[in-house]
Nanobody
Framework: QVQLVESGGGLVQPGGSLRLSCAAS????????MSWYRQAPGRERELVAV????????NYANSMKGRFTISRDNAKNTVYLQMNSLKPEDTAVYYC????????WGQGTQVTVSS
């Protein structure tokens, strides 16, 4: 049974940082590219960042470039999202999944950026 468990969210002031983690189980983690997505209230889920199976290549949505960094540890079946210079518009529930949203979604982790 596939499980994706996101953690690390919270309340942070504008300009602050957070590091999200996503622990994956139930599939061969190293065989899949992984992505982070987010969904703000009243908006559709959007792609934030992607990373290839080995971690050798990454890509980001334009508004996250230079602020967010995706990484993975295949030995720990975990993908990370380091978020710096956070803005109020980054407030959303953040989710991880294999590329294309292949697996059932986890519960996500809430990120709130507010002063």
């Amino acid at each position: 049974q596939v499980q994706l468990v996101e953690s690390g969210g919270g309340l942070v002031q504008p300009g602050g940082s957070l590091r999200l983690s996503c622990a994956a189980s139930g599939f061969t983690f190293s065989s899949y590219g992984m992505s982070w997505y987010r969904q703000a209230p009243g908006r559709e889920r959007e792609l934030v960042a992607v990373i290839t199976r080995t971690g050798g290549s990454t890509n980001y949505a334009n508004s996250m470039k230079g602020r967010f960094t995706i990484s993975r540890d295949n030995a720990k079946n975990t993908v990370y999202l380091q978020m710096n210079s956070l803005k109020p518009e980054d407030t959303a529930v953040y989710y991880c999944n294999a590329d294309g949203g292949r697996w059932p979604w986890g519960q996500g982790t809430q990120v709130t950026v507010s002063s």
